[in-house]
């Protein structure tokens, strides 16, 4: 069974800050040291269902002298005492030392991560400051932001603001499938996850477009050819007057890379919402980098595919240029096909990406409706689905009762219509 965490800020998250010359700012005195509405109630109900909680906290008042030790562990005894959290995890350096712990780093996560054997893939982090934010970005979790309205330094692209610990709760619970069962009914409503239709059937790209839950598309020459597509231009401009208003990717499909670049011109002139679709490498396993610098920095918007591994996203993120969106596709149901597990895989793709905040991680390849909802826990950006599981969404929330006896149903109704027979031998069939 996986072992899931919620990681703490402590001040702002779990008690209130103290206001000194205009900021908020830690408490130093025991008398100012309150737990902030909810909280209690939140770290129950989060513990009731496996996550361990650890609170991972910058003190360097302790080396400043403004807190004294003693102070912070009477501090923390009343947080152990209160909520039961598993650990507590304290960097008392400076922000000039040279350490590893101090948020933004994400040292504190990764002593815990060891220490309890939790997945950080599937962890989640909660604080009121951008370097909470991006210490549980740099460990891999989804990140929730308490937005207090004094950060004057915002974080960068938190997987959700909330008001309160309470309310950030509220949030993992109702989204979180714990040890493999969702806490509540999933609702394709509630996805954050951009799902893009993926296909070339005309049609059924019509139907798509008229699909609410359709935030953009994709498409290859394989699915191409498959649908008898023959002109690839011509088809191109069809679905542009079908698809105007939303993202759209198209491929190259040359091997070396000046022809590329030549195709990638005139496809990105087809549209103000196309994407270019350049593979990772050509068929001689060439990285297609310095393509993708190229035309990115030309302010061409990219779509990077055919990616499996790390190191490929990693260099594709150096590639990519900061400011022009791109859309980087990892095929995470080949991943899976290999029998290894696509979360944490997708989830240290998101990591790997974190400095490009134009950069939108797109799980490809899925193979089934629940890659949906694991992509949208680990905050990936986009999915794509083909019409297939488009057809499955009807089934999200699906009664199981109700499930089971179709399925029993089912069997009956094509034995009966098959006519199926197994003859009994006489004394049992008399009987």
């Known amino acids: 069974m996986v072992t899931k965490a919620v990681f703490l800020d402590r001040d702002g998250v779990i008690n209130a800050n103290v206001e000194r010359d205009g900021r908020a700012v830690a408490p130093t005195r025991l008398d100012e040291f309150h737990f902030l509405p909810g909280v209690e109630q939140a770290v129950r109900d989060l513990k009731a269902v496996g996550f361990r909680i650890v609170v991972i906290t910058n003190q360097p ?11 912070i562990a009477s501090m923390h005894d009343r947080i152990r005492e209160h909520l039961r959290v598993d650990d507590i995890k304290i960097c008392d350096h400076l922000d000039d030392d040279n350490c590893a712990c101090r948020k933004p780093k994400p040292g504190m996560l990764l002593e815990a991560a060891a220490e309890w054997g939790i997945n950080l893939g599937h962890s989640y982090l909660v604080g009121d400051r951008w370097k909470d934010i991006e ?10 932001f308490v937005d207090h309205g004094y950060e004057p330094e915002r974080p960068m692209r938190p997987d959700k603001v909330v008001g309160s610990l309470a309310e950030a709760a509220r949030f993992i619970l109702d989204r979180e499938p714990i040890g493999g069962v969702q806490m509540s009914t999933p609702s394709v409503d509630q996805l954050r996850v951009k799902i893009f ?5 005309i049609n059924a790209m019509r ?11 994709t498409t290859n020459p394989t699915l191409m050819r498959a649908a008898g597509v023959n002109d690839y231009k011509g088809f191109a401009h069809e679905v542009l007057k079908i698809i105007p208003d939303r993202p759209i990717s198209f491929e190259v499909f040359a091997d070396d890379f000046a022809s590329m670049e030549d195709q990638a011109c005139e496809i990105a002139s087809w549209g103000e919402n196309v994407y270019v679709k350049i593979p990772v490498s050509n068929t001689k396993g060439e990285f297609s980098g310095p393509l993708i610098a190229a035309l990115a920095r030309s302010g061409l918007k990219l779509n990077v595919t055919a990616i499996t591994t790390l190191e490929q996203v990693s260099r594709v993120g150096e590639a990519l240029a900061e400011n022009v ?28 990406l974190r400095d490009r905040p134009k950069a939108e991680l797109l799980w490809a390849s899925p193979r089934e409706v629940l890659n949906i909802f694991q992509a949208d826990t680990i905050g990936c950006h986009i999915i794509t689905v083909t019409n297939d599981h488009l057809k499955k969404l009807a089934l999200v929330g699906k009664d ?28 049992r069939a008399a009987s």
């Open 400 to 427: 199981l009762h109700a499930y089971s006896l179709e399925t029993v149903s089912m069997f009956y109704t094509d034995a009966a219509s098959a006519g199926y027979d197994i003859p009994l031998p006489a004394k």
């Open 325 to 352: 969106p791109a859309v980087v596709s990892v095929f995470a149901g080949r991943v899976a096909d290999t029998g290894r597990d696509p979360v944490p895989h997708m989830a240290e793709a998101l990591r790997l």
């Open 135 to 144: 210490a549980g970005r740099a460990a891999g979790c989804l990140t929730l």
């Open 61 to 71: 008042d302790l080396a400043t002298g403004r807190t004294a030790r003693a102070t």
């Open 197 to 201: 239709a993926d296909g070339a059937d």
């Open 207 to 217: 139907q798509a477009a008229d699909n609410p839950l359709i935030k953009g598309f």
